[in-house]
Antibody, heavy 115, light 107 residues
C-alpha cells in the first residue's frame, strides 16, 4: 500500500524557518518524482514544486523559489521541504504527493505562522 | 505562468443529475490536465489524468474531455458521495498550476 506521511508542521513565529518531512512507503521511492502542494485555510490548492528521482531537477513556483527548498533522501525514502522567512501567508496545510500526476497524497501537515 | 480558470465556482445539483465542470487554460496545455476531488478535511484524490484517463478505482460515471485550452469533467449521474470540491491541474508547462476549484453541493 502506498503511504505518504508528512510531519514537522506546527506553530512557528514570523520570520523563522521550518523543515517538513514526508516519509514514503509501499513503493519504490527512488523511481518517482515527488512534489509539495499547499492549501491555505478555506482556499484552493497551490503547487509548490517538485523534485526528480536523483535530485538533478527541482522546479518551484516562482513566488516561492527564494523561500522554499525541496530535497530528498532516497536511502531514507523521505522527501523534505525547507521553508525560510515564513510569513502569515504561509499558513496552510502542506501535502506531499507522488509523481507528476499526484496520484497519491499524504494526509497533510498544518503549518501556522503566528506570533 | 498558465492560469487555470474553473467554472462554475459553485454548483448545486441533486443526486442523479448529470453535471459538468469546466476548466479553461490561458494557453494550450496539450491535454496535460488532471482532475481532483477533495472532501472536507481530506487530501485531494486524483480522478482523471491527462484529460480523459480514469484513475484506477474511480467509478466510470466520471469522465473527462477537452483539448487545447478547454477541458471538462462530467459526472454522468451524481451520487451522494460525489459532493465536495473539484480542482483541475495543468502539468504541461512549469510552474504547474491548479484551477480555483468548483464546490459541488447538494441542491
Amino acid at each position: 500500500e502506498v503511504k505518504l506521511v508528512e510531519s514537522g508542521g506546527g506553530l512557528v513565529q514570523p520570520g523563522r524557518s521550518l523543515k517538513l518531512s514526508c516519509a514514503a512507503s509501499g513503493f519504490s521511492f527512488n523511481d518517482y518524482w515527488m512534489g509539495w502542494v499547499r492549501q491555505a485555510p478555506g482556499k484552493g490548492l497551490e503547487w509548490i514544486g517538485e523534485i526528480n528521482q536523483d535530485s538533478s531537477t527541482i522546479n518551484y513556483t516562482p513566488s516561492l523559489k527564494d523561500k522554499f527548498t525541496i530535497s530528498r533522501d532516497n536511502a531514507q525514502n523521505t522527501l523534505y521541504l525547507q521553508m525560510s522567512k515564513l510569513g502569515s501567508e504561509d499558513t496552510a496545510i502542506y501535502y506531499c504527493a507522488r509523481g507528476t500526476s499526484f496520484a497519491y497524497w499524504g494526509q497533510g501537515t498544518l503549518v501556522t505562522v503566528s506570533s | 505562468d498558465i492560469q487555470m480558470t474553473q467554472s462554475p465556482s459553485l454548483l448545486s445539483a441533486s443526486v442523479g443529475d448529470r453535471v459538468t465542470i469546466n476548466c479553461k487554460a490561458s494557453q494550450n496545455i496539450n491535454k496535460y490536465l488532471n482532475w481532483y476531488q477533495q472532501k472536507l478535511g481530506e487530501a485531494p484524490k486524483l480522478l482523471i489524468y491527462n484529460t480523459n484517463n480514469l484513475q484506477t478505482g474511480i467509478p466510470s460515471r466520471f469522465s473527462g474531455s477537452g483539448s487545447g485550452t478547454d477541458y471538462t469533467l462530467t459526472i454522468s449521474s451524481l451520487q451522494p458521495e460525489d459532493f465536495g470540491t473539484y480542482f483541475c491541474f495543468q502539468h504541461n508547462s512549469w510552474p504547474w498550476t491548479f484551477g480555483g476549484g468548483t464546490k459541488l453541493e447538494l441542491k
